[in-house]
């Protein structure tokens, strides 16, 4: 992890999820929530930047745009979907493990941010290798939770930046910067 982390250099790494107070994110195979500011944080966020990405992930947003999926499933951002098959997907590049990433990094992408957006076994992995962790905390438990993010980990390894209270939902927004690894 250690050779990845400095190949992935200067690439700035974060990662980005919505959590119920349990660190729970999906529940069979769904996002257990639908709030547009949430979509909007991320949008704001990972605009003109590097996704990357479990092949669940990318198929269900890909299943939640259906035809407008067509133009692109995150458009304006440089999309990659870690799986262990041959699969194509449009507008993605598929990439067996996130070690592989490190062979795109060119000059024309040096500068931006790797945003690392789930699900739970990229959250795992790539929590130990970022800078930040943009976190939405939804106050709620969602019952049947399967998925979920790495919280333990984080609250040891970051601090709070900023915070920020959601207008349209109960949570709150915050960034965390690593401490320490
Ligand atoms: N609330 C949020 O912020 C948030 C964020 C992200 C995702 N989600 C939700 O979470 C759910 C998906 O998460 P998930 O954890 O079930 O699945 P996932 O990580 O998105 O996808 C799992 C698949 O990714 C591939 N994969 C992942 N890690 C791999 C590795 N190290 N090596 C090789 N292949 C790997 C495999 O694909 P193959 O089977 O093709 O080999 C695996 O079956 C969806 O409902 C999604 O919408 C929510």
Redesign the pocket.
């Known amino acids: 992890m250690t050779e990845f982390y400095n190949r992935l250099l200067p690439w700035k790494s974060a990662v980005i999820?919505?959590?119920d107070l349990m660190g729970g994110?999906?529940k069979e195979?769904?996002?257990p929530w639908h709030y547009p500011e949430d979509f909007k944080w991320f949008q704001q966020h990972t605009k003109n930047n590097i996704c990357v990405?479990?092949?669940?992930?990318y198929d269900?947003i890909d299943r939640k745009l259906g035809d407008m999926a067509e133009a692109s499933v995150l458009p304006s951002r440089e999309c990659y979907v870690?799986?262990?098959?041959p699969?194509k997907r449009m507008n993605a590049t598929p990439i067996?493990?996130i070690e592989s990433l490190a062979k795109y990094r060119d000059e024309d992408n040096a500068h931006k941010t790797v945003f690392f957006?789930?699900?739970?076994?990229?959250y795992k992995?790539s929590v130990e290798l970022v800078d930040e962790a943009y976190v939405t905390v939804i106050n709620t438990i969602v019952e049947g939770a399967d998925?979920f993010f790495p919280v333990d980990y984080v609250a040891e390894h970051f601090k709070t930046m900023n915070s920020a209270n959601a207008q349209t939902f109960d949570a709150v927004f915050t960034l965390l910067r690593r401490t320490s690894y």
Do not use: C, W, Y
């Open positions: 999820v919505a959590v994110f999906s195979g769904k996002i990405m479990g092949r669940t992930t269900d870690v799986t262990s098959r699969l067996p493990n957006i789930g699900g739970e076994l990229i992995e998925r």
